[in-house]
């Protein structure tokens, strides 16, 4: 390994709205329980942009702050009570960018090891950056709240998204029959990762739940998109023992449909752990579950193929925000 240097280059959000602002940082330390990384590359997410924007009170991130909720990196070194972790392993996590926790666009970061994995050897850093935030939103909903089971019918709303995508293989894998809605022009990608296409703007919700539950309803739907699809996840839930689940259930929604059906719902807000503290050694868990998996050759990210660095991260922010990505976005760190 190379030398640990005094101090690292990190992009700064000074103000909400403003560009990010490339900062040389005093190199942190690892505190007990801590591990310190150094960063490979950084998963670029939705909540970046919220975030950025002054549009995501929910996050709790301190101004000035440095964003990046995923990461991927090798152990340089372990602060006082760490097990499991040593200088020169390969890890991964969601692990900041949120409240007063340092992100990953940063050539260092000192987290807190139960935020930490193994990253998966069959898998290169930027995939394994890719991960984290979408595979434990994946499995809490699926696992933690839906109690997924084998030969249940799940629909994914969004299929296609960043996180749809991965809930889709995670469902697969758990043996559900999956099936997930998209747009016509994604109707290869999602037969590609092994669910039954719907397209969403041109079949109506009963057709789709008579056409491939016998108008039962699916016994898990899980909504990515949130708003308008939400509401209609409420109606094509199967009665008694279906459940409903939302990683964007933010909004106000009439039950009824639910409701009529005996069915059950929840959210999921992945960001818990880190806001709060409590929680945090499940997400390592949730994370030795997607290593499994990912080596298992049963879990892979879609990419962007564009390669961004520190100093071309407002670029990916803008395809983000322009909906031009054709993957997830990530970040190149060199530390």
Request: net charge neutral; aromatic share 6%.
């Amino acid at each position: 390994m190379s030398a640990i240097p005094s101090s690292m280059h990190a992009l700064v959000l000074e103000s909400h709205c403003a560009p990010l602002q490339l900062r040389e940082l005093p190199l942190p330390r690892p505190d007990k329980g801590q591990v310190l990384v150094r960063i490979k590359a950084s998963g670029v997410n939705p909540l970046d942009i919220k975030i950025r924007l002054g549009q995501a009170a929910h996050t709790r991130t301190r101004l000035p702050a440095v964003l990046g909720i995923d990461l991927a990196g090798v152990v340089e070194a372990v602060g006082p009570d760490v097990t499991g972790f040593q200088p020169g392993d390969e890890v991964y996590g969601m692990t900041g960018g949120v409240g007063a926790l340092q992100g990953s666009l940063a050539g260092f970061a000192a987290v807190d090891a139960r935020l930490l994995a193994h990253k998966p050897t069959r898998l290169s850093m930027r995939e394994a950056a890719a991960l984290p935030l979408a595979f434990i939103t994946a499995w809490e909903g699926l696992v933690d709240r839906a109690n997924i089971r084998p030969g249940q019918k799940v629909l994914v709303q969004g299929g296609a998204g960043g996180v749809g995508h991965i809930v889709v293989q995670l469902a697969r894998a758990l043996g559900a029959e999956v099936f997930a809605t998209a747009s016509s022009d994604q109707r290869e990608f999602i037969e590609s990762l092994g669910a039954t296409f719907i397209d969403y703007r041109a079949t109506p919700v009963e057709d789709y739940v008579s056409r491939h539950t016998a108008g039962e309803g699916f016994d898990i739907v899980y909504d990515t998109v949130g708003g308008a699809t939400l509401d209609a996840s409420f109606s094509a839930v199967r009665n008694y023992v279906g459940h409903v689940v939302s990683c964007l259930g933010w909004g106000e929604h009439k039950l009824s449909p639910l409701s009529f059906r005996g069915a059950t719902y929840s959210g999921v807000f992945t960001l818990l752990p880190m806001l709060t503290g409590k929680g945090r050694s499940h997400h390592g868990h949730i994370l030795r579950e997607a290593a499994k998996l990912a080596d298992a050759g049963l879990l892979k990210p879609s990419l962007d193929p564009r390669r961004f660095t520190l100093d071309t991260v407002q670029e990916a922010h803008a395809s983000l925000e322009k909906r031009t990505a054709t993957g997830k976005l990530v970040i190149d760190i060199a530390s």
